[in-house]
C-alpha cells in the first residue's frame, strides 16, 4: 500500500524512539540498516534499536582519523551485541589524498575532506537502501532543529528514521546509564562531540556541547545531516508498531 509521506511524518512526530523504530523495521525490512558514528546518541540508538531487531544491520563512515578510543568502542560493540559493523571507507587513502590534494586537507578544506571521507562513502551505501536510521536530535545544531521523526531525506534519496528527533541529551545520557549502554571514554574528558582526530578537541567550560568539531571553522556539519525535503515514497505501513491507541 503507498501512502502520503505528509500522513506519516505528522503521526509519527507523537511516536515515542521504539515505536518508531519498530514502524521502520516492520516497514522496510532488510532494506534499511542504522547509521552511526558511535557517539553517546548513536550507542543509545543501537542498544534499542537491537533490542527490538537483534538482526539490526549497523553501518559507519571510517574516515581512517578516528580516535583510538572510537575504534576500541566499534570492538566492543561488535562483542556484546554480536554484530559486524559495515565500515565505509573513502576511495583514496589518506596518502592517496595527500598525494592528490596535498598536505591536511582538513585543515585547509575541510568540506572538501568530509565530502571525499564521509559523504561520499555514504552517498554510495544509501544508493542500495530505502531507509536509514540515525540519531540526530533537533537540539544539537541549527541546522537540524527542523529534523522530522520520519521524513524523506532529498540530499541521498531515500527515507531518513530519526527516532531521537525530540529527545535531549539529558535523555540520551539517562538511557544509557539505566541500560548500560557502552559509551566511548573520550565523552568523560570533555568530548561532548567526537569526530576525526584532526577535526575535534575538547570543550572548555561554558562552550557550546559541539564547539570542538572543526574548532575555527564556520563549519558545523560533516555534510550527512541536511534538511529534508518533499516527495514521493514507498510506505507500506501507517500506524505504529506496538503504539497505545
Ligand atoms: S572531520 Fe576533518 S579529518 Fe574527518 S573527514 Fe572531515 S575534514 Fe576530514
Redesign the pocket.
Known sequence: MKADLERIKILAESWSPEQVIAWTFATYGENVELATGFGVEGMALLDMASRLNPDLKVFTGD?E?LFSETYDLIDRVEEKYGIKVERLYSDLTPEEQERSYGKA??ARD?DQ??NL??VEPLRRKLAALDAWITAVRRDQTASRAAIRKIDWDAKFNLVKISPFADWTREMIWNYVIKNDVPYNPLHDRNYPSI??T??TRAVQPGEDHRAGR?SGFGKTE?GLHTAASQPALRLVQLEPVGAEK
Do not use: I, S, V
Open positions: 574516515t582519523f586537507l582538513w575541510p575532506c568530509c571521507r564521509k569526530g576525526c584532526h577535526c572543526w560533516c
